[in-house]
């Protein structure tokens, strides 16, 4: 069983030729040996103008194959521009259609910003994990923080019933206690040094989970494998597979988080239950779906 619990559909890159169909997204996880995808919507937010896939559109994906694909929904925190907006009126409804998480939420925002703290509670109350994107480039999308992650620890803090999942460049260096100054969205490379931010927040903070996907998690989990190994394994209760795959050509080859899965149960480098847990066990849990290993 393998659950992707980051996956895309609609025109996600610039380049209109990348368009990601729904069949074409099934042909990439038959390929793959991926059961379940959970399906993420980008273009309520403005930041990416090219992103052709909201909510709407992810649920109509979704409703053709109930068996494959699980919807999320995305709302973003300036919508009414205010930090007291109810946005209860939009979860009730997306909860009652069947999205089990919030995101991928990556508009271009302090992480603690008023208005993200208030989704953050209200997406807690309705149960929906929050999945973000974390960037440090001056232009572009994600979310913002300093070294250390110290606007993340606070809402952390101040959430403690909503679940987020970490994703992205800047989220990722951070699993390194060094981190390229000037340069935060790059994927460094290179033995990890002790005191990194992410091992620090998810030993203290249960509400802080990740997902092991796309360029940034690969990196971070292979930088030094020895290092990558043993955080899979202390943090095997709150680590999630996901690709974030979006090209339309990766289907003629294995995505890297895939093989890289493969290649940890090849060789033997975590326990069956950890893998487990890592593959499909927690996606299971913390989304709520009614599934068999
Ligand atoms: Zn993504």
């Known amino acids: 069983m393998l659950i992707d619990v980051h996956g895309h559909i609609g025109r996600?890159?610039?380049?209109?030729?990348?368009?990601?169909?729904v069949t074409n997204l099934i042909a990439k996880m038959d390929a793959w040996g991926i059961d379940a995808t959970c399906i993420l919507p980008l273009s309520e937010h403005p930041e990416g103008a090219y992103l052709?896939?909201?909510?709407?559109?992810?649920?109509?994906?979704?409703?053709?194959?109930?068996?494959?694909?699980?919807?999320?929904?995305l709302i973003d925190p300036r919508y009414g521009n205010r930090a007291s907006q109810d946005f209860s009126h939009l979860l009730e409804e997306y909860v009652a259609r069947g999205c089990r998480g919030l995101g991928e939420l990556l508009p271009k925002m302090e992480f603690d910003d008023p208005r993200c703290m208030n989704l953050y509670h209200q997406a807690g109350a309705f149960g929906l994990p929050v999945l973000f994107d974390?960037?440090?480039?001056?232009?572009?999308?994600?979310?913002?923080?300093?070294?250390?992650?110290?606007?993340?620890?606070?809402?952390l803090q101040q959430c403690p019933e909503t679940v987020f999942i970490g994703h992205g460049p800047t989220f990722w260096a951070e699993i390194s206690g060094e981190v390229p100054r000037g340069n935060?969205?790059?994927?460094?490379?290179?033995?990890?040094?002790?005191?990194?931010?992410?091992?620090?927040?998810?030993?203290?903070?249960?509400?802080?989970?990740?997902d092991?996907?796309?360029?940034?998690?690969?990196t971070a989990l292979t930088r030094d494998p020895q290092?990558?190994?043993?955080?899979l394994d202390e943090f095997q209760g709150r680590l999630m597979f996901g690709?974030?795959?979006?090209?339309?050509?990766?289907?003629?080859?294995?995505?890297?988080?895939?093989?890289?899965?493969?290649?940890?149960?090849?060789?033997?480098?975590?326990?069956?239950?950890?893998?487990?847990?890592?593959?499909?066990?927690?996606?299971t849990e913390l989304l709520g779906l009614n599934v068999e290993g």
């Open 12 to 21: 996600v890159l610039p380049d209109r030729s990348e368009f990601v169909d």
């Open 243 to 283: 690709t974030d795959s979006c090209r339309r050509s990766d289907v003629n080859d294995v995505y890297m988080t895939v093989s890289f899965m493969r290649d940890v149960r090849d060789n033997r480098e975590l326990s069956e239950e950890a893998l487990a847990k890592i593959e499909w066990r927690n996606a």
């Open 227 to 231: 290092f990558g190994i043993e955080f």
């Open 134 to 155: 974390m960037q440090d480039r001056a232009d572009g999308y994600g979310l913002r923080d300093h070294f250390g992650l110290p606007r993340l620890e606070r809402a």
């Open 52 to 73: 052709e896939c909201n909510t709407e559109d992810v649920i109509a994906a979704c409703a053709h194959y109930p068996d494959r694909l699980i919807p999320f929904c």
């Open 184 to 210: 935060r969205s790059c994927y460094p490379s290179g033995p990890v040094a002790p005191g990194g931010a992410v091992p620090r927040l998810m030993r203290r903070y249960p509400n802080l989970w990740a």
């Open 212 to 218: 092991v996907s796309a360029g940034s998690g690969h």
